[in-house]
């Protein structure tokens, strides 16, 4: 529990603050109040619970036709704005001097959400590692050549729909047939992946979450 302006504040109503700014679809919203958070509780906790959380949110209400595709975007945007005003903080935190190992993160073939997983790079560059992100609708090919170019020690690799899910599948039967997957970690993520995925198609873990993937990066790596 914090004190700002002489009233007490939870983390869950800061929370729940940058969450809501997020879900209006408006930057200025989440600037003010990403503003207001600052040093009130750790920026990977402001950017996990909150502005992620509220992304999340947009992306229910999208399904659920809610909002839309420019709404979706605008609130991309705007969470987007509220991360790069905490990356100082995120640079100063633990492990962010020293390097702790190489990873190469992109959304699958197909798929072109990148909201989370530009959290998840945010959140691994954030804990000490070398990130390549190369984006969203990723062509099988394109992971192999960026992690023999890199010499990357992991592989995180995002689907956000049930019909992208097998593009992971593939990364990782492609990894076989180069020789390479017992050279590499696989992490996999996204809405429709699930632990049970993550064994069936070879992954070495999944990871619900930014703050799960650096703990499960940190896990297999260190």
Request: charged share 25%; net charge negative.
């Amino acid at each position: 529990m914090v004190f700002k302006g002489g009233f007490k504040t939870t983390n869950e109503e800061l929370f729940k603050t940058l969450s809501d700014a997020v879900v209006s679809c408006k930057k200025d919203d989440v600037i003010a109040a990403v503003e207001k958070a600052k040093g009130q509780a750790p920026a990977v906790e402001l950017i996990d619970n909150g502005l992620a959380a509220g992304m999340n949110e947009v992306g229910v209400l999208f399904e659920r036709g809610k909002l839309f595709l420019p709404h979706v975007m605008m609130a991309a945007d705007a969470m987007s704005a509220g991360v790069e005003m905490l990356q100082d903080e995120l640079a100063t935190g633990e492990g962010a001097s020293t390097k702790l190992g190489v990873i190469v993160n992109g959304t699958v073939e197909g798929d072109v959400h990148d909201i989370g997983k530009a959290i998840v790079s945010t959140m691994l560059q954030a804990a000490g590692f070398e990130v390549h992100d190369i984006g969203r609708d990723v062509p099988v090919q394109n992971f192999i050549d960026k992690i023999k170019e890199t010499n990357a020690d992991m592989v995180g690799l995002s689907a956000l729909m049930t019909t992208t899910l097998q593009g992971q599948k593939e990364v990782i039967e492609l990894l076989k047939e180069n020789g390479m997957r017992d050279s590499i970690k696989v992490m996999v993520g996204g809405a429709p992946a699930t632990d049970a995925w993550a064994k069936k198609c070879g992954a070495d873990c999944y990871a619900e979450n930014a703050s799960e993937a650096v703990a499960k990066a940190k896990e297999l790596l260190l």
